[in-house]
């Protein structure tokens, strides 16, 4: 199959029919002719768009073609290959795709877009039903409209070039890798260490160990860089840097707790590295003698004056800092390298008696072991350096201001991480080469012949600081932090490289605090937060955070005791590290088929080993600073659980969420099912579950926290209209039941009639184990005026209960379930009250509102806000008349019955009629609601038949029985006539209630009565009536003992009668049901599946 780019394709009548042609709008192109792409292959029937996306994006012109391709544009000509006005793409028409016009869109990123992307306009493609149901005729053909409808754009193209056009001018400012994350993760990484204690700490442990120290620290940025490399490439990443990462990955709990302590760990940060810059400017100016008062306040002076100055350069922009950040990495390497050239320099006499004597293999050997003083140890060591190399995250924090975030924060941070780790390693090396441990500095102890020696490498080089044993010298690696000064060529630079390092590292967390604090606040997980979350400005800068970081900042130069804070910070920091790692290894673990991440060098269990070496080192600076990180992250995780923020941002641990609810199904099935671990498993037919809210409540009662709880709808009608219903509510309806804290499912099926709904949801409900086991329904109260279909379905559903083996609830209340018509007016009178708060504010708009000046404007207020109270006076006599006009129609009693199952229930009880043994359902039900705590103050009563001369013996046989059920029970009450026949009354009304639907053949000839029943199949049958009036009887006389007896439960649990199928009609079964449960409390009629679901054994 070939694309060919030129007109003449389509004025061709012998085009190919599978063929793509595409065409530009914007022809005013003078590109060079493409030669055609492709060949025909002889046996495929699809098309292809080319390997090259740019060549599908482009038209080209053969020469002499351009007046006929402006013709075709202008006339509109059309071949066999015409255009179509739903085969479109923004700009392009894909004309006889696979052969035919469709609205199918091809692939395009914009359809993938989050709707508040900042990158590009989210489209939406067409819905498969706009694509499977058939196209409408009425579609109007424009260009403008063919677009939006073939590839669901919200805007038009003018519109999407608007707002464009709108971003280009707010100017944001973007960096790139080296800009943006290279330079402030080297700037970050290294710090004062690199000038003042590394020499110390390579005197202590020697090169070689020294090496480890420095090697260790870097396995763990180098496990931490690789862990976020590949988050980082899972994804487009936004502003939030290490907050982002984790919370995006672990859910806003991970992320929440970690992005308050990150953030304040960089905001003290801030305080920290000033402090020592402060603290070099202080020693300076006691050098020269020039105080302003003392020590400590000179520090809080220079301290104050410094954040000032940092926080101006923040607030003045990203530019700005990021400038200022390039100037000291500058200074920072001039400085690094000059201790370098200086290594070569030929020493003098006054270095040489402070221990500096340039390269010698001598140093080197005496040097490469270690000599560990003071109490110091290799982890105490560590301890101290590991702080040095932090500072991974500074390029990962302003994630939201960097160009292309997924290439630039692995590819900074890692080469980042090589470059400072060379330099730390080539500085320990060579500073341990050139400077032996301890030194006099008096240039008169040189070795004179004769002299016994110690033997050091001092020693050979002519030098004698063997005294340095027995007394503290104040040069040497172990004793001077100023080596690198005395080493160096020029030595101020040095000191003009630790300010560098000390501000650049200030300058980087007074940056990273407010960017990452910014972006917590815009997530709304703290809500009092919230206020922090406005930027300001073209680059959204967070300067209401840049406030708060400063007052932190200062709070802690000026109060704190930065000496005990510093493990703290230096173990938040690693608590983000650890995350980050476990993070990885976390959506690794969970399998998410979303888990693809650009960055393919990492691996889930060397994630997992980063995570615990972090945890690890955490304990090794500081065991105490590790429990109160621990303790503080556990707090706030705990609260953000317990808060529920309404977020979902696909985390990793959703997915394993999944994985294990997945495999514990599935472990399940192994399982056989025992009697012991029964636990009734609810199919209710709710509806809308805010429809029938007291049957979900009755229902859920009995299964929160014990069993499975479906709420299902029945969906009725044409298809079509179902369908489309049922899909848009499903969310919705499981909202409500997650917002209203019942645990249950929703579920629904569209169905040609009620009953086949029902007997879907009864087959097909539930996953392996986790199958309904039981049906609860609410009685149907109107079946003496529904159609006999319905009535047929309802009792059809029951028997379809039975045929599948499930236990059967139904319940009955005397107000009814159904509060639809409640729902209805509330919704129109908070529709009404929403228009009336909407008028009067835009009353007070316009009455506030400057007019034109002069006494027409005056009238005009006047008359706008005469017709305005005209208005509103209006609405609310509207309001009033809805109230009034309603108040029968909001029946208060159906209201409270709808949430008496919410309520305590008081001291009361809870009466059983366990007429029949159905396999112990209907004695379970009622003992799992007197462990629930709103019905915990009912006492249990037995009730069941028996023979009036066994009446002890009847009641000692239920006690025996109950007793080893370990069911307690208040009474037992022996009930010996039920088979009297009821009262006159009683059967009368039971009469009165059938004779509509009775058929009376026996009073007719045999012709008429055979006509009758072919006519009317669901009639009562004067042989039906007969042949079980026995049974009526009992159900009449059973409702005159409840009567009697129960009038005053809280609750009446009831064996439910059956039916046999095809022999009992279903009107005779509906009045046996009605007169059964008739003017008593609410009670459920409960019939089990005739297998045990108690036991007495252990």
């Known amino acids: 199959m070939s694309m060919n780019n030129s007109p003449n394709v389509f004025l061709d009548p012998n085009a190919n029919r599978f063929q793509v042609n595409i065409i530009n709008e914007s022809h005013d192109n003078n590109e060079t002719s493409q030669e055609d792409v492709g060949s025909d292959p002889p046996h495929y029937e699809e098309t292809s768009f080319t390997d090259e996306a740019h060549n599908r994006l482009r038209i080209s012109y053969r020469q002499g073609k351009r007046d006929l391709y402006d013709n075709f544009l202008q006339n509109g000509e059309k071949t066999e290959a015409s255009l179509h006005p739903y085969d479109t793409h923004t700009k392009m028409y894909y004309l006889q795709t696979f052969g035919h016009n469709t609205v199918d869109p091809v692939p395009k990123i914009d359809y993938y877009r989050n709707t508040g992307s900042v990158s590009g306009n989210k489209l939406s493609r067409p819905s ?8 409408a005729k009425n579609i109007a053909v424009s260009t403008g409209s063919v677009e939006r409808v073939a590839n669901g754009e919200s805007t038009t193209g003018d519109e999407t070039a608007v707002s464009k056009e709108e971003e280009n001018k707010t100017g944001f400012v973007k960096f790139g890798w080296v800009k943006g994350v290279l330079v402030r993760c080297m700037l970050n990484i290294w710090g004062v260490m690199l000038f003042i204690r590394l020499s110390w700490i390579v005197g202590q442990a020697g090169i070689g160990l020294g090496i480890i120290v420095i090697g260790l620290s870097v396995v763990v940025t180098t496990l931490t860089g690789i862990s976020m490399s590949a988050i980082c490439t899972n994804g487009v990443v936004r502003g939030g840097g290490a907050y982002y990462l984790i919370s995006r990955s672990l859910g806003p709990e991970f992320g929440g707790s970690i992005g308050l302590i990150f953030a304040f760990a960089n905001a003290v940060a801030v305080a920290m590295y000033v402090v020592g810059f402060a603290e070099t400017v202080v020693e300076l100016l006691k050098e020269s003698d020039t105080l302003m008062v003392d020590e400590s306040n000179d520090i809080r002076i220079i ?33 690094i390298a000059n201790f370098f050239i200086g290594t070569v320099i030929p020493t003098n006499n006054e270095k040489k008696a402070r221990g500096f004597f340039n390269y010698q293999a001598s140093i080197f050997a005496e040097n490469f072991g270690p000599d560990f003083r003071s109490g110091e140890g290799f982890f105490s060591v560590f301890a101290i350096f590991f702080p040095a190399a932090t500072g991974i995250l500074a390029g990962a924090n302003i994630s939201g201001d960097l160009k292309d975030p997924q290439g630039a924060i692995p590819k900074g941070t890692m080469l980042a991480i090589l470059i400072t780790t060379v330099a730390y390693i080539g500085v320990a090396v060579c500073v341990a080469s050139c400077v032996v441990r301890d030194a006099t500095g008096n240039i008169n102890d040189t070795v004179v012949p004769g002299m016994n020696c110690n033997g050091s490498s001092a020693c050979s080089l002519g030098y004698d600081f063997s005294r340095c044993a027995n007394q503290p010298c104040d040069y040497g690696l172990m004793n001077n932090f100023q080596v690198m000064s005395m080493v160096s060529g020029f030595g101020p630079l040095i000191t003009a490289g630790i300010f560098s390092a000390t501000l650049s590292s200030a300058l980087a967390s007074l940056v990273s605090a407010p960017k990452v604090f910014q972006a917590l606040c815009k997530d709304n997980i703290y809500k009092g937060l919230h206020f922090f979350a406005k930027g300001y400005g073209k680059n959204n800068e967070p300067i209401r955070g840049y406030v708060l970081t400063f007052i932190i900042a200062m709070a802690f130069i000026l109060i704190a005791e930065l000496n005990t804070i510093a493990p703290i910070i230096s173990n938040f920091f690693l608590a983000s590290y650890a995350l980050i790692n476990f993070s990885c290894f976390h959506a690794s673990y969970a399998k998410s088929p979303g888990w693809r991440p650009a960055f393919r060098y990492y691996n889930m269990w060397v994630s997992l080993f980063g995570a615990l070496l972090c945890c690890a080192v955490m304990f090794v600076i500081n065991w105490w600073a590790a429990l109160i990180t621990y303790a503080i992250e556990l707090f706030l995780y705990i609260y953000v659980t317990y808060k529920k923020p309404e977020v979902n941002w696909g985390s990793s641990t959703q997915a394993l969420y999944y994985i294990n609810a997945l495999d514990s199904a599935l472990a399940l099935t192994t399982v056989e099912d025992h009697v012991k671990n029964f636990r009734p498993q609810c199919i209710a037919l709710t509806g809308a579950p805010m429809i029938r809210p007291a049957l979900l409540d009755i229902t859920h009662t009995f299964t929160k926290n014990n069993g499975l709880c479906i709420c299902c709808e029945v969906y009725t009608g044409p298809r079509k209209l179902c369908v489309k219903e049922m899909n848009s509510g499903m969310a919705k309806k499981q909202d409500w039941l997650t917002k209203n804290k019942r ?25 392996g184990r986790m199958k309904p086991n039981t049906l609860v329904i609410g009685f149907k109260k109107d079946w003496r005026n529904a159609t006999a279909t319905q009535v047929e379905n309802y ?48 009353i007070k708009e316009n009455y506030f509102e400057e007019g034109k000046s002069g006494i027409c404007g005056f009238f005009r207020k006047a008359s706008a806000l005469n017709i305005s109270k005209h208005e509103t006076t209006k609405k609310e006599s509207t309001i009033n008349t809805m109230q009034s006009m309603h108040v029968g129609e909001f029946n208060q009693k159906l209201l409270e019955a709808s949430t008496q199952f919410k309520k305590k229930q008081g001291k009361g009880t809870i009466d059983i009629w366990w007429l029949f043994d159905d396999g112990g359902l209907t004695i379970l039900i009622p003992y799992i609601l007197t462990i629930r705590k709103k019905w915990k103050n009912c006492k249990l009563r037995i009730f069941t038949g028996g023979k009036v001369n066994r009446i002890e013996e009847e009641k000692l046989v239920m006690a025996s029985l109950l007793s080893k059920f370990r069911i307690k029970f208040a009474d037992i009450n022996i009930i010996c006539d039920i088979n009297v026949k009821p009262n006159k009354e009683s059967w009368k ?29 669901w009639k009562i049958t004067d042989a039906e009536l007969e042949a079980f009036k026995e049974k009526s009887y009992r159900q009449v006389r059973l409702n005159e003992l409840l009567q009697e007896h129960s009038r005053a439960a809280n609750l009446i649990v009831l064996s439910l009668p059956v039916a046999r199928k095809g022999v009992v009609s279903d009107y005779l079964y509906m009045a046996w049901l009605e007169i059964l449960s008739k003017n008593l409390p609410p009670i459920l009629m409960v019939r089990g599946n005739h297998k045990n679901v108690l036991t007495f054994y252990s």
Not at 992 to 997: A, F, T
């Open 128 to 135: 498969l039903l706009e694509i499977h149901e058939q196209l």
């Open 303 to 335: 301290g104050t004056i410094t954040v000032v100055c940092l926080l101006s350069i923040s607030v003045a922009g990203m530019e700005w800092e990021a400038k200022a950040q390039v100037i000291l990495l500058v200074v920072l390497l001039v400085a």
């Open 743 to 767: 645990k249950a499912f929703y579920a629904a099926v569209a169905a040609d009639s009620f009953r086949d709904g029902v007997k879907s949801l009864l087959q097909a409900s539930g996953l």
């Open 795 to 842: 009792v059809g559903v029951i028997h379809d209960a039975f045929d599948f083996e499930l236990g059967m609830i139904i319940v009955r209340i005397s107000q009814g379930f159904d509060i639809s018509q409640v729902l209805q007016v509330q919704e129109e009178l908070e529709k009404l009250e929403q228009e009336r708060l909407a008028l009067e504010a835009t």
């Open 989 to 1017: 009304f039971f009469e009165e209630m059938i004779e509509p639907h009775r058929l009376h053949e026996s009073c007719k000839e045999i012709t008429t009565a055979e006509k009758l029943k072919r006519e009317a199949p």
